[in-house]
């Protein structure tokens, strides 16, 4: 109800102010919607870029996890280098042994002979 009797009021106005105070109020009823406009794209503006902040942050944390990740894999990765060439290193000395047949105990007995005179006793 208020808000006719101000529209009644302005109304009013507008008939001393003439076509000059009309052309105002239109000017100034413009601002004000464009100064609310502003205002909201400030707003939503603002949300985005702390949206925004805060997923760069949480980018920035994943990046962080990930070379902590990426050392701990060379740390595995180094380790398990380790393993493979003692098992490498096993497996050489295993094949010597076998190439040597210093497991059979005629062989070691009969150390002077070749190879084939150990094969035929």
């Known amino acids: 109800m208020e808000q006719i009797v101000t529209f009644v009021k302005v109304i009013g106005e507008f008939g001393t102010l003439g076509m000059v105070g009309v052309i105002i109020f239109i000017w100034w009823k413009d601002q004000k919607d ?3 406009l502003f205002e909201m794209y400030r ?13 760069m942050k949480e980018q ?3 990046y962080r996890s990930n070379v902590s990740l990426v ?3 060379q740390s595995v990765a180094g380790d398990l280098k380790d393993i493979v060439i003692l ?8 094949h010597e042994d076998i ?3 210093r497991f ?3 062989v070691r007995v009969e150390a002077g002979k070749s ?4 094969s035929q006793i």
Request: hydrophobic content about 30%; proline content about 2%; charged content about 30%.
């Open 115 to 118: 190879r084939i005179e150990v």
């Open 99 to 101: 190439n040597n047949n």
């Open 71 to 73: 050392h701990d894999y």
């Open 34 to 36: 464009q100064r609310n």
């Open 43 to 55: 707003a939503d503006i603002t949300a985005i870029l702390e949206s925004y902040e805060k997923d």
């Open 60 to 62: 920035r944390e994943m």
């Open 87 to 94: 098992a490498t290193q096993t497996m050489t000395r295993l």
């Open 104 to 106: 059979c105990p005629m």
